[in-house]
């Protein structure tokens, strides 16, 4: 097993990263390893998984083992609470220049407990113009155990400043006869499922995965593609919006308790608590401190796992309305929910282009709206007020 398991396709990027491992682990050692450096920038489509392949990287960093997958630090990272790997996505719409300063002081900080601190920084295109050159100094002179791995769509949205400061990895976009293929060869998924979930998941390999592997995702995707026949009154908007916020967050929940026990007990089994005498009193603070900072980790994790979820109803929902513009287009391209096909040619046909275009619009903008910060519930509030349409709801609800 290997963290660069959960990597789908992509073999050239994960051979590269492999040896880079390696001669990370020299390098560690003060011996000579040209294959490792400390700035790396990864590059490639949305659902091509580059935070999936930059947190790989990461784990097999600070792994003992090069990446086993299966030890605290391999399961730390996956789980986004490893104290040498810090996971950093914008939390509104850029990064300013308070980020920026945040961000080197951190980098500055020697690793705790491996030989690398790493810092994975999503959609690094979003960093303010002013917020660059303070950047630039600490990629290109970190301190010595600290690796940037920097991530954006194309090489053409970064700066040439930081692009020429980092080795670049460069992640192809997948087909969904690749992504359908790979559940199929990897994961046991038959075929008919492999072509659904590759076309569903609209080529993104993570989420594919998940839909075919998962019966619950796919009923959570079932749910939500049901959401615009249902939109009868407006009171009913609001009550979908409700509880599309309130299930998000349940689920994050669900999912984070019992890592946060788990962690918990390794904090206390690590420092030994317990332990009398001479000494007990630091080592009381110091499980304090650490706890702190655990609490702030799980907190990130949770915002991003509702964040998530909050992107792939705006995805689905986009599908959704795609479906139904290209049969009102004519054209013959396939639908990405082929089995919803009776009822997106009724709507279709019932429908005018221009509000299936106003209703794409809606979406795209509710998606900057939760970019930029604002209540989720007042998004989706506003949104499913937008996409409602009486005469589109189900016949017999
Ligand atoms: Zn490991």
Redesign the pocket.
Known sequence: MS?FDSVLGQEQAVNELKRACTDAAKVARGERGDAMTHAWLVTGPPGSGRSTIALAFA??L??????????????NVATGIHPDVEHVIPEGVVYTVAHADALIERASLSPSRSSWHVIVVEDVDRFQLNAVPKLLKSIEEPPPNTVWILCAPTVDDVLPTINSRCRHVLLNSPTLSDVASQLTSRFGVDSAMAAFAARAAQGHLGRARALATDEQARLKRSEILDIPTRLSTVSSCYEIANAIVANANAEADRAIAPLEQQDEQDVRMAFGEGAEGKGFKSIDRAIKSEMKALEKRFKDRRRRMVADAYDRILLDLTGYYRDILVVQSGSHVGLINEELRPAIERIADQDETAQTLNRIDAIREARDQLIANVTPLSVFESLLVTLRDPKLVRVGK
């Open positions: 963290v784990a097999s600070v792994c003992p083992n090069g990446g086993c997958g299966t030890c605290v630090d391999c399961r």
